[in-house]
C-alpha cells in the first residue's frame, strides 16, 4: 500500500488559490507529526510547513502568511492550502514527516505551476 497520496496540483495565474491534499496509509498515521515539501527537477528539497497532531504549524518564511497546513485525524489527510500564488512556488509539492530520520516512501507528488 502506498504509504502518502498527493493531489490538488494544477495550474494557475498569479494570486490564484489552490488547496493540495495528502492521504497517508491507513496504517501509519500515528506519525506524531506532517509537512509539506517541494522540489523542483535536479533542486534541492524545501520544507514548507509543518503540523503537529495538536494543530500547532510552523511555515518557511517565502510562504508565511500565504499558505495555511491543517490536518484531519480522522480522515489520516494533511492539506496545503496556498493562497496568492506565486510564479516562484512552481513546484512538485510532497508530504511526509519533518524529519528526515522518520521519512515514508515518497508519494509521486502533486505539481503546481503558477504562470499567466
Known amino acids: 500500500q502506498v504509504p502518502l497520496v498527493e493531489s490538488g496540483g494544477g495550474l494557475v495565474q498569479p494570486g490564484g488559490s489552490l488547496r493540495l491534499s495528502c492521504v497517508v496509509s491507513r496504517s501509519i498515521f500515528s506519525i506524531p507529526d506532517m509537512a509539506w515539501y517541494r522540489q523542483a527537477p535536479g533542486e534541492q528539497r524545501e520544507l514548507v510547513a509543518t503540523?503537529?497532531?495538536?494543530?500547532?504549524?510552523n511555515y518557511a518564511d517565502s510562504v508565511k502568511g500565504r499558505f495555511t497546513i491543517s490536518r484531519d485525524n480522522a480522515r489520516k489527510t494533511v492539506y496545503l492550502q496556498m493562497n496568492n500564488l506565486k510564479t516562484e512556488d512552481t513546484d512538485g509539492y510532497y508530504c511526509n514527516t519533518p524529519a528526515p530520520s522518520g521519512w515514508l516512501s515518497w508519494g509521486q507528488g502533486t505539481q503546481v505551476a503558477v504562470s499567466s
Open positions: 503540523i503537529t497532531p495538536g494543530g500547532s504549524t
